[in-house]
């Protein structure tokens, strides 16, 4: 079973849209959880930590659920420039740092 | 504010040749640092990490390895570079071990022909 799991896509949405990705992730000792964002031949960005409490950064909203396993991040009123590859990433608290998922590629159209 | 440099930004080695790949990290001390490799249309996969100074971790056994020689220095090498080394080659870095986010450098493009 894979540790981080995500749905590749593509996503293609609509500019203004909303869209919503999930994460499971295998390993319920988890304790930090984060979105990233890959554009195309770049190095990873941090988006946003994932809390417990579930936290919100603009048009971005990201949740936790812990008994299912899974994480969320939701983008409202999408832009061109959220066209990227967003990456799900989980530690379960070993000195090993993070597990990256293989991300989901979102494309947004004019 | 913290900075993360990698270079060469591209390379292209012939199969067989030497590796020497560079990471600095500047505006923090004692950080963990983080080599990953990304294949073409694959996940990040952890190849090293080092929590201080002489100290490596390697996750993955293979003809690379990796050095801590400075504080916040990082380098990644090889005696004799394989097709399959190719793939961009990422260095990050952590303020501590494991839940941290990292924060990554630019990244260095392989391709070994």
């Known amino acids: 079973r894979k540790e981080v799991e995500q749905d590749p896509g593509p996503f293609n949405v609509p500019e203004g849209a909303t869209v919503a990705f999930n994460c499971t992730y295998s390993n319920s000792a988890s304790q930090s959880f984060f979105w990233y964002r890959q554009d195309c031949r770049k190095e990873p960005k941090l988006l946003m930590s994932?809390?417990?409490s579930g936290n919100e950064d603009g048009r971005f909203t990201a949740q936790l659920n812990r008994a299912s396993q899974y994480i969320s991040l939701l983008i409202r009123d999408s832009k061109l420039s959220d066209s990227a590859t967003y990456l799900c990433v989980v530690n379960a608290g070993g000195a090993d740092g993070l597990t990256f998922g293989k991300g989901t590629h979102l494309i947004i159209q004019p | 504010s913290q900075t993360i440099h990698q270079w060469p930004a591209t390379l292209v080695q012939p199969v067989g040749s030497p590796l020497s790949l560079e990471c600095t990290v500047e505006?923090?001390?004692?950080?963990?640092l983080y080599w990953y490799r990304q294949a073409a249309g694959r996940g990040l996969q952890l190849l090293f990490y080092?929590?201080?100074?002489?100290?490596i971790s390697s996750e993955v056994p293979q003809n690379l390895s990796a050095s801590r020689p400075q504080d916040r220095q990082f380098i990644l090498s090889s005696k004799k570079l394989l097709l399959s080394d190719s793939g961009f080659y990422l260095c990050a870095w952590s303020q501590g071990p494991g839940g941290y986010e990292q924060y990554f450098g630019p990244g260095t493009r392989l391709t070994v022909t």
């Open positions: 994932v809390y417990s």
């Open positions: 080092s929590v201080g100074i002489g100290q």
């Open positions: 505006g923090t001390s004692n950080p963990n």
